[in-house]
């Protein structure tokens, strides 16, 4: 079946940081992967996605992942964390039965420290 | 703003009550998702529309249906509501195509009492 694990329940660092975010997945075929980042009070917003071309993707507020087939991660990444990314950070991969539909990891809350 | 609407914002209601949740897609997504956020579940996907068809079912229960009307709206009805059930509701849209991203209304908290 597939799936997608968040291994980290919470992230912590220090504002000016590199942070990581950590994602990895289990799919048969070749996996579609997404990043999306949820504010409190508001719905999920969509960040980056990967489907195919560079390993590396870049998307909105800076954020980038890596792709990693070996190892199949997907890691969300930015150079220099801000306090205003602290969010809950969802990964999710393309059902390969049906494209239309997600399937989500369970989640991961950033929280950058000033 | 991602464009889906979803009213409304926050429902309260009673053990046994039922409700209906409503959500405007983007213009032009033709398929809806809806999910249920909780604190102890996580993000669990309910059920997708597309153009008016189901398209997949995921965790809903029988107390639970949906519908998409012919100008793309949805209804996500809710019924028999038990203490379980409070949680936020959201709604999601996409275009036509593969490996869309899906864009999120702000949801419907519900409150059971």
């Known amino acids: 079946a597939q799936s997608v694990a968040q291994p980290e329940d919470q992230v912590n660092v220090a504002e000016g940081n590199p942070l990581t975010v950590k994602c990895t997945y289990s799919?048969?075929?070749?996996?579609?992967l997404f990043w999306y980042v949820q504010y409190p009070n508001r719905g999920l917003q969509f960040l980056l996605k990967?489907?195919?071309?560079?390993?590396l993707v870049k998307g909105s507020y800076g954020f980038e992942a890596e792709f990693n087939k070996s190892q199949t991660s997907f890691h969300l990444k930015k150079p220099s964390a801000l306090v205003s990314d602290s969010a809950l950070y969802f990964c999710?991969?393309?059902?390969?039965?049906?494209?239309?539909?997600?399937?989500f990891g369970t989640g991961t809350r950033l929280q950058v420290f000033p | 703003d991602s464009g889906v609407t979803q009213t409304p914002k926050h429902l309260i209601t009673a053990t046994g009550q039922r409700v209906t949740l409503r959500c405007s897609p983007r213009?032009?997504?033709?398929?809806v998702y809806w999910y249920q956020q909780s604190l102890d579940q996580g993000l669990q996907f309910l059920i997708q529309?597309?153009?008016?068809?189901?398209?997949a079912k995921g965790n809903i229960l029988e107390r639970f249906s949906a519908q998409q009307f012919p100008d793309l709206h949805s209804e996500l009805n809710l019924s028999s509501l038990e203490l379980g059930d409070s949680a936020l509701y959201f709604c999601?849209?996409?275009?036509?195509?593969?490996?869309?991203?899906?864009?999120f209304g702000d949801g419907t908290r519900l409150s059971i009492l």
């Open positions: 213009s032009g997504d033709l398929s």
């Open positions: 999601a849209s996409s275009p036509r195509g593969d490996y869309q991203p899906q864009h």
């Open positions: 529309y597309y153009n008016g068809e189901e398209r």
């Open positions: 990967y489907i195919t071309g560079d390993n």
């Open positions: 999710a991969v393309s059902d390969p039965y049906n494209t239309d539909k997600l399937i």
């Open positions: 799919v048969s075929g070749n996996p579609y």
